[in-house]
């Protein structure tokens, strides 16, 4: 063999030797990841239920162990501990522990948080027993429906099984059984045996509790979605939507870390997090979403909120990291405009008209059960909230299809109508009706202004050769 030959083979036999090298540390790293290492230190407490639950349910002991909890000794009992003969503990292997861990439990480490939650409209999202929905739900709908429904996102009361007595039922070790009608639940503001308000799981999924899921808008989309708030929708479409799905992919943007400020540690894209929770370079982060926003889309009528010019200012704040002031303050004039325009033209003057028909006793005090009472919703909290909330964060199609034209179409075509009808033989109601349909707004169903007229006949025929008729 000459000594070229023979430098060739070692160095085949080299790069050889690295490729094994690289793929036993490929196949060890993966198995790092399959198998948790224990955490550095934990109580004994912990030790053993991880120990055992290790192999009695090894996806939560692993999920755990892959948490950032785990690696500062943050164990299972630290969560789950409860005081002997709390409600809803029960002596476990020898220890009392609850399943329920409330913001309380969380809050004995993290108290300025869950001070912050429990002054947020999320914590008191389970008090919907007085609305209008909870009637459809409840009654219009049925329980079953709203266990499994409205109160997985809002949250239910959790409560426990009885026995023939009327005592908590008691299963293994005297666990206390649930009323499985109010469990499982992780909805944003149950209300817990402890008294406490709200889950704490609701955005930060057990058991690995990790920062980064919050921050992706999936996390908030679980309950923010549907006909009647589809902001993981609007989001999708939005340019900050689409600005974000390819900074994922094309790895931009990190969504890890203990800080995480818009403007700092990422520019690509802003998340429902980033505007409406996180951290910005003057501001710190919040767990009340509600520090941010000027208007509430949610009623009839939109109002805004308290204290609102300081809320619009935070959230000002938010889009200066990457936008200026002359584009921020468009953008809110273009959203003031819109909710303006869906308050004064539709929600007004319809409310004004569903109070003048009350009045004329053509309706029952019991909601749902009249066909106007149906449309009158549909308008206001499906469509007229869409084209609401559309506005609010950039998404054209539901400002637009799924909002204002179907507004108008409701309003125009239904509602007028069927107000009429229920109007007829009470003069007073039809006063109204008439009153609100002749303002100039509605003016154009008299009859369109015959220039607007020719600008139809002429588009259609310059483009399509066609004649509108
Ligand atoms: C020797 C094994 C073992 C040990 C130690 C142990 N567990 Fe368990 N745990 C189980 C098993 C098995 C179940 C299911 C029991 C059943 O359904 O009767 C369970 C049930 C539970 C539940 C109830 C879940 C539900 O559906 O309500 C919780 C919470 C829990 N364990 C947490 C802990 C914590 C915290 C510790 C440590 C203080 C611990 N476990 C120690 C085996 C163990
Ligand atoms: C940071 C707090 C925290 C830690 C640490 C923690 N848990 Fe949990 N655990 C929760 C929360 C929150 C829930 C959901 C219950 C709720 O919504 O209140 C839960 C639920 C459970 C359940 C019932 C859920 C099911 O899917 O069956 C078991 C069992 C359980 N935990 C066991 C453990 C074990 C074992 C460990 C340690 C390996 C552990 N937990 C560590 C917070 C924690
Ligand atoms: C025994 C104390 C303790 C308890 C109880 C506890 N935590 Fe933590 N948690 C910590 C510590 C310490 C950290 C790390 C420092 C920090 O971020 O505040 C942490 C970090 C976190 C993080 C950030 C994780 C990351 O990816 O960076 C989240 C989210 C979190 N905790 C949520 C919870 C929730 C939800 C509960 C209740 C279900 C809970 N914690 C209960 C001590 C605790
Ligand atoms: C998919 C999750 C989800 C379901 C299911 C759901 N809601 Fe909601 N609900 C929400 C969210 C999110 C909001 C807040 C929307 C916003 O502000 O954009 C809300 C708002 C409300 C409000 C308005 C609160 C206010 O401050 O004005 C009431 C009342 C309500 N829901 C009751 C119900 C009832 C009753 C049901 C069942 C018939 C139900 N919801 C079903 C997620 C849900
Ligand atoms: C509406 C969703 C939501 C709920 C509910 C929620 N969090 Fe968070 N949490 C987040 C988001 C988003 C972040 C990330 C903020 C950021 O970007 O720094 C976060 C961050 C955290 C952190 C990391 C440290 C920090 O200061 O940011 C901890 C700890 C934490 N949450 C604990 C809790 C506790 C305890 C509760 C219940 C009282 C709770 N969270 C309820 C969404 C939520
Ligand atoms: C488990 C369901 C659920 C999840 C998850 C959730 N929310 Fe909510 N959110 C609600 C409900 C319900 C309301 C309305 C509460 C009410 O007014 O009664 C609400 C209200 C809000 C409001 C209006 C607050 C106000 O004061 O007017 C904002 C903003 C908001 N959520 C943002 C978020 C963001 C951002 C996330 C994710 C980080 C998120 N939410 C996750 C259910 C949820
Ligand atoms: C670019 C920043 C931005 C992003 C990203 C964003 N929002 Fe918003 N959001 C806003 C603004 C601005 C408003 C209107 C605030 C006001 O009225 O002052 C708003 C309003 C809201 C409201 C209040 C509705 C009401 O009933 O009053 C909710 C709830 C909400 N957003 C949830 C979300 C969710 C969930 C996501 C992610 C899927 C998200 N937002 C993404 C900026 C954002
Ligand atoms: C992390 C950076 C970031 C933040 C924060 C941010 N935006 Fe944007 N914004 C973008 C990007 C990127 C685009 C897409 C630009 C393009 O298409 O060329 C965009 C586009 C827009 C558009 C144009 C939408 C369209 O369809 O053309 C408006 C309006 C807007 N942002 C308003 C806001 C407002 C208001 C806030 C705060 C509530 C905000 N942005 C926060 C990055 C951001």
């Not at 399959?34 to 053993?48: A, D, K, N």
């Not at 999320?122 to 079953?144: F, R, W, Y």
């Not at 979605?225 to 931009?252: C, N, R, T």
Request: aromatic residues 8%.
């Amino acid at each position: 063999m000459t000594l070229e030959a023979k430098k060739i083979v070692v160095a085949l036999l080299s790069v050889l030797f690295l490729l094994s090298l690289l793929v036993v540390a490929w196949i060890e790293g993966g198995k790092q990841r399959l198998v948790p290492q224990p955490p550095m230190e934990l109580t004994v407490e912990s030790e053993g239920c991880y120990e055992c639950h290790k192999e009695k349910t090894p996806g939560i002991a692993a999920q755990w162990a892959d948490s950032r909890h785990a690696r500062l000794g943050v164990g299972c009992y630290e969560c789950h501990q409860a005081k002997e003969g709390e409600v809803d503990g029960w002596k476990h292997e020898g220890r009392w522990i609850a399943t329920v861990v409330t913001p309380g439990d969380c809050g004995r480490c993290h108290a300025a948080i869950q001070a912050e939650f429990e002054k947020s409209h999320h914590a008191k999202g389970g008090q919907i027993l007085g609305s209008l929905d909870n009637v459809l739900g409840e009654i219009v709908e049925g329980p079953a429906a709203t266990n499994l429904g409205c109160r997985q996102c809002h949250g239910s009361k959790i409560e426990f099984a009885k026995d023939p007595s009327g005592q908590i039922a008691r299963g293994n070790e005297g666990k206390p059984l649930f009323d499985t009608a109010t469990w499982p639940n992780s909805g944003i503001g149950r209300i817990n045996p402890d008294g406490t308000l709200g889950s704490c799981g609701a955005c930060h999924s057990r058991h690995r509790f990790a920062v980064a899921m919050s921050r992706r808008p999936e996390s908030c989309g679980k309950c923010h979605m549907g006909p009647d708030h589809p902001q993981a929708e609007i989001y999708e479409e939005s340019k900050h939507g689409i600005a974000f799905a390819v900074a994922v992919d094309q790895g931009l943007m990190s969504l890890e870390g203990e800080e995480w400020i818009v403007g700092r540690d990422y520019n690509a894209a802003p998340t429902c997090a980033t505007c409406h929770m996180s951290a910005t370079r003057t501001q710190p982060s919040t767990h009340d979403p509600g520090e941010r926003i000027s208007w509430t889309l949610r009623p009839e009528v939109s109002k805004h909120t308290e204290d609102w010019e300081r809320k619009r200012e935070r959230m000002r704040d938010v889009c200066s990291a990457c936008h200026t002031p002359d584009w921020i303050d468009a953008h809110y004039r273009q959203y003031d405009a819109v909710v303006e325009l869906y308050n004064e033209k539709f929600a007004k003057p319809g409310g004004r008209i569903m109070a003048a028909l009350r009045e004329a006793g053509v309706l029952t005090p019991t909601p749902f059960d009249e066909e106007i009472e149906w449309t009158w919703y549909f308008l206001w909290h499906h469509e007229g909230r869409r084209m609401r909330m559309g506005a609010s964060m950039m998404g054209p199609d539901y400002t637009q299809w799924h909002g204002a034209f179907e507004v108008g179409h409701r309003f125009y075509e239904e509602f007028i109508p069927q107000a009429r009808g229920l109007g007829e033989g009470k003069p007073q109601a039809l006063a109204v009706l008439e009153e609100v349909m002749g303002s100039p707004e509605h003016a154009w169903k008299k009859g369109l202004d015959p220039k607007v007229r020719e600008q139809l006949s002429d588009f259609y025929r310059k483009k399509y050769g066609q004649e509108v008729r």
